[in-house]
């Protein structure tokens, strides 16, 4: 079992920086594929960005350029950087885990709200 639980979120200016955070417990979070998505009311959840095990990442097109995700497994957390936000970047962001590279996530945090207006 591996329990993530979100950090970072608020309220910020169009332009403006926020680092969120995902602290994973219950595991070591080495040997996961780890991601970020997000999702805004009446919308599907949408991939943001993804980092394998490996350290390989990918990136929404509506982000890339902009946010910039990596993973401390030493400290079992994995970042997302965003910079230069947007009112569209609006949205609850959560983090996800998976075992298998090509699955849906097997564990999910709750998620925490990121809101770009001034």
């Known amino acids: 079992q591996v329990q993530l639980v979100e950090s970072g979120g608020g309220l910020v200016q169009p332009g403006g920086s926020l680092r969120l955070s995902c602290a994973a417990s219950g595991s070591i979070i080495s040997i996961y594929h780890m991601n970020w998505y997000r999702q805004t009311p009446g919308k599907q959840r949408e991939l943001v960005a993804d980092?394998?095990?490996?350290?390989?990442?990918t990136y929404a097109d509506s982000v890339k350029g902009r946010f910039t995700i990596s993973r401390d497994n030493a400290k079992n957390t994995v970042y997302l950087q965003m910079n230069s936000l947007k009112p569209e970047d609006t949205a609850v962001y959560y983090c996800g885990a998976r075992r298998l590279l090509f699955s849906d996530n097997d564990y999910w945090g709750q998620g925490t709200q990121v809101t770009v207006s001034s």
């Open positions: 980092i394998t095990s490996g350290g390989r990442t």
